[in-house]
């Protein structure tokens, strides 16, 4: 079965840190995109961070030099690396595949003291 299995979320305290998996089954993602998208109440899916096929990595700026998006090509695993959270980036973070157009079923991030 093709999917995307994500894990890490959680309750964390403003200035903390949590990393986020996302486990692929079913394929391979060696030859594509990975990338990390989030969700707030009643605001729009948005991308935070992405990882190519030749490893080259990009972020949105809201989360530049506090998150890291990383890929173990032998786990078939993505990583959300998030230092320095802040109540903003409270959210259901979704895994997605490029080149499959596939999703993961999320995980809660939540920032509150």
């Known amino acids: 079965q093709v999917q995307l299995v994500e894990s890490g979320g959680g309750l964390v305290q403003p200035g903390g840190s949590l990393r986020l998996s996302c486990a692929a089954s079913g394929f391979t993602f060696i030859n594509y995109a990975m990338r990390w998208y989030r969700q707030a109440p009643g605001k729009e899916r948005a991308l935070v961070a992405q990882v190519t096929n030749a490893d080259y990595t990009n972020y949105s700026d809201s989360v530049k030099g506090r998150f890291t998006i990383s890929r173990d090509i032998a786990k078939n695993t993505v990583y959300l690396q998030m230092n320095s959270l802040k109540p903003e980036d409270t959210a259901m973070y979704y895994c997605?595949?490029?080149?499959?157009?596939?999703w993961g079923q999320g995980t809660q991030v939540t920032v509150s003291s």
């Open positions: 997605y595949a490029a080149g499959f157009n596939l």
